[in-house]
C-alpha cells in the first residue's frame, strides 16, 4: 500500500499571502490529521478530520483552516501568511476515529518570507 | 491537559551498543496509547512502537522495546544493538481514547549512532 502523500513538498511564499497543503491518506484510511512542527513549539496538533468532518481543532488562529473531501483526502489552508507560519507541516492518516495508530506523511516545508 | 516530557535533549553511543530514551507524561486519563515515534534527517516520521494502557506487558518490536510503568507515568524505549540507521530525532506521544484523536507530543530527544 502507498504510504500518506503530501504536496507540495516544500513551497516559499511571502507575508500576506495564502496557501493550500494537500494530503492523501493511506488507502482505506478515514481520518487525517494535521500537525505543525517548528523547533520553537515542537509538534502541535492543527486539526482531525473524520468522514468529511472536522472534529476536532487545536489551538489555532481562525487563519487556519482545512477541509476534507469524499475520498478523505485533505487540504489544509493559510491565510494571511505570518512569517513565524514557516515550519513543517505533517500530516497523518488512521483506519478510523480513536483507537488507531496514525501514520505519517512526508510533509510539507513552508517557508514566509 | 495532558503533557508529554522527554528529559534528554540528546544522546549519543556507539553502534551496537543498547541505549534508553526517557519519557514521563502526564495525565489523569485511564485510556490512553503510548507512541514512539522516529524521525531521521529526511523529516518523515515513522512509528517506532506501540503501547496500550490497558495492557501491563511492555510491547517489543525486534530491536525495540518499551519499559512502561503506568503508575509511574513513565515510558522509556530501550534500543537494542543500536545500528547507524537509528540516527534520528525520537518523539514519545501521547494519545488519548476519548475526546480529540491527537497526539501529544514530546519534545523529542536527538539520537546519533557513532560508527
Known amino acids: 500500500k502507498a504510504g500518506v502523500t503530501q504536496t507540495p513538498r516544500y513551497l516559499i511564499k511571502t507575508r500576506g499571502q495564502q496557501v493550500t497543503l494537500s494530503c492523501s491518506p493511506i488507502?482505506?484510511?478515514?481520518?487525517v490529521s494535521w500537525y505543525q512542527q517548528t523547533p520553537g513549539q515542537g509538534l502541535q496538533f492543527l486539526f482531525e478530520y473524520f468522514s468529511e468532518t472536522q472534529r476536532n481543532k487545536g489551538n489555532f488562529p481562525g487563519r487556519f483552516s482545512g477541509r476534507q473531501f469524499s475520498n478523505s483526502r485533505s487540504e489544509m489552508n493559510v491565510s494571511t501568511l505570518e512569517l513565524g507560519d514557516s515550519a513543517l507541516y505533517l500530516c497523518?492518516?488512521?483506519?478510523?476515529?480513536?483507537?488507531?495508530?496514525?501514520?505519517f506523511g512526508p510533509g510539507t516545508r513552508l517557508l514566509v518570507l | 491537559a495532558q503533557t508529554v516530557t522527554q528529559s534528554q535533549p540528546e544522546m549519543s553511543v556507539q553502534e551496537a551498543e543498547t541505549v534508553t530514551l526517557s519519557c514521563t507524561y502526564d495525565t489523569s486519563e485511564n485510556n490512553y496509547y503510548l507512541f514512539w515515534y522516529k524521525q531521521p534527517p529526511s523529516r518523515q516520521m515513522i512509528l517506532v512502537i506501540r503501547q496500550e494502557a490497558y495492557k501491563q506487558q511492555n510491547a517489543t518490536e525486534n530491536r525495540f522495546s518499551v519499559n512502561f510503568q503506568k503508575a509511574a507515568k513513565s515510558f522509556s524505549l530501550k534500543i537494542s544493538d543500536s545500528q547507524l540507521g537509528d540516527t534520528a530525532m525520537y518523539f514519545c506521544?501521547?494519545?488519548?481514547?476519548?475526546?480529540?484523536?491527537?497526539?501529544?507530543f514530546g519534545q523529542g530527544t536527538r539520537l546519533t549512532i557513532n560508527p
Open positions: 506521544a501521547f494519545m488519548n481514547l476519548q475526546g480529540a484523536q491527537k497526539l501529544v
Open positions: 488507502s482505506g484510511h478515514r481520518s
Open positions: 497523518a492518516s488512521s483506519l478510523a476515529l480513536n483507537q488507531e495508530t496514525q501514520y
